[in-house]
């Protein structure tokens, strides 16, 4: 059976180009770059939904920086958070007296990144900053602080570059609306 259903949601809309994309990617680096000048931060990436995004931002950010990536869902398959975070995959390496910067997709109601930041933080970094592509502010259930913010978006659902919706469209190169067909 095909996974394209009659009335099954598909990406609409185009909400952030490529070109929007890149030149935005292009310009948080550069600020990342400047505050971290001479020290070897370690960008950790948020999958899945944050791999696109991490590949272009190290790019981006001129500095020396080692990288890992940390495994949450808090998801299921549909379009609505549980508010439940599950740990999938753990970091590789110790962050113990790193200063280490979250990359992650987007910031919804929260639940996610608090949750990443509170155990983050237990780990002892010598500090921590977050790195967040999309905002959708108007949706959040608890307070967490982001350093660094790509767009903020309304409170639609969004798919493409590295956001999925039933694992499908991460990789469009643009970010779209789900729609109805
Ligand atoms: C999405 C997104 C964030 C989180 C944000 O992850 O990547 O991690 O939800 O939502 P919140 O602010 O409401 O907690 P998802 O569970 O869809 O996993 P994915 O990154 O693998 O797509």
Redesign the pocket.
């Known amino acids: 059976m095909s996974r394209h259903a009659d009335g099954a949601p598909r990406p609409g809309r185009v909400l952030i180009t490529q070109d929007e994309l890149r030149a935005r990617v292009g310009a948080l680096g550069q600020t990342i770059a400047r505050d971290y000048e001479k020290r070897s931060p370690i960008f950790v990436g ?5 791999f696109l995004f991490m590949a272009d931002l190290i790019r981006a950010t001129p500095i020396d920086l080692t990288t890992d990536f940390i495994g ?4 299921g398959s549909g379009t609505a ?1 549980s ?1 439940v ?1 599950r740990l999938v995959s753990d970091l590789s390496l110790p962050i113990d007296g790193r200063d280490v910067v979250i990359v ?10 608090a949750y990443l930041k509170r155990s983050l933080e237990a780990r002892r970094p010598k500090s921590l900053k977050v790195c967040v592509l999309l905002d959708k502010i108007e ?1 959040r ?1 608890t307070e967490v602080d982001v350093d660094y913010i790509g767009f903020t978006v309304p409170n639609v659902y969004v798919v493409g570059y ?3 919706y039933g694992g499908l469209y991460r990789n469009l190169p643009h970010v779209a609306a789900l729609e109805r067909s």
């Open positions: 948020v999958l899945q939904g944050a949450l869902s808090s998801y958070s508010g975070v992650e997709d987007i910031v919804d109601t929260g639940h996610t990144l949706r259930e590295g956001f999925d």
